[in-house]
């Protein structure tokens, strides 16, 4: 579905992405796993057209899309739900998922997909009216990614759903992102927050300083020796 070739990346003179390959198959959930400063969030920002790559090719379903702006990419079927949530404080939960669906004309459609995201995010539906910057740290995540999903993305790009939230509430969003996958739409996950993301992903990359060092099945990386010392607190 997405396949990232060998994409160099830079902000002036910082080499932030090396050589990223990375391959995602419909339905997946992948994981992309590492510390802070990485290339996480660059390498999502890369594969949505706001960074475009000096070398290397992107392709989502044949298509290549490197350096295409955000729109297309977004129409193509791409959504990301950037790190802090980055709600629209001064407009309401409604009005926050309105906007994700502006590149839509199917009125039917749209006001299935509110019925959807309301299903998935009941708190969402009982504080429709309220002002996005008077929800909690969660409810905004919930949020981020309901106006994610209204652009209906066959692709979701999550950048740390679960940074800054209370226990109960990350085991909630990872809940919540596992029910996304189940119905259709394929996940690329990036977190720091390892063990919870190994355990809903079916694969996972880790990225050093901008290099992916390591992949394969969850299951094989949860067991890594290396692994598990440096991501999952060695135990
Ligand atoms: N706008 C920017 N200008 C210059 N350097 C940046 C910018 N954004 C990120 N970087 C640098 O690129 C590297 C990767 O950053 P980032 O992708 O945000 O990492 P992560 O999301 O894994 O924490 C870091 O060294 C960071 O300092
Ligand atoms: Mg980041």
Redesign the pocket.
């Known amino acids: 579905m997405l396949k990232i070739n060998d994409i160099n990346v830079y ?2 003179n ?1 080499h ?1 992405l090396k050589g990223v390959s990375l391959n995602i198959n419909p339905g997946e959930i992948v994981t992309l796993i ?10 999502l ?1 890369t594969i949505s057209g706001l960074l475009k790559p000096k070398t290397g090719e992107i392709l989502f379903e044949d298509e290549y899309v490197a350096g295409k702006v955000p729109q297309l990419i977004v129409k193509r079927g791409i959504s990301h739900v950037p ?1 802090g949530r980055r709600v629209f404080a001064n407009m309401s939960v409604e009005e926050n998922l309105e906007l994700g669906a502006f590149l839509r004309k199917d009125k039917k459609g749209i006001r299935e997909d509110f019925e959807k995201i309301y299903g998935l995010f009941p708190r969402l539906l009982e504080r429709r009216k309220q002002l996005s910057g008077t929800l909690s740290g969660g409810e905004q995540q919930m949020l981020a990614m309901g106006r994610a999903l209204m652009a209906r993305p066959r692709l979701l790009l999550l ?1 740390e759903p679960s940074m800054g939230l209370a226990p109960l509430l990350v085991k909630t969003i990872f809940r919540i992102i596992e029910e996304i996958n189940q119905t259709g739409t394929t996940i690329l996950l ?1 977190e720091q927050n390892a063990n919870m993301a190994l355990s809903i992903a079916n694969r996972a990359y880790v ?1 050093e300083t ?1 290099k992916i060092v390591a992949s394969g099945t969850a299951e094989e990386l949860g067991q890594s020796d290396q692994i598990r010392k440096a991501y999952l607190g060695g135990h």
Do not use: P, W
């Open positions: 902000y002036g910082i932030a590492g510390a802070n400063g990485a290339g996480k969030s660059t390498l920002k790190e950048d990036v990225i901008g």
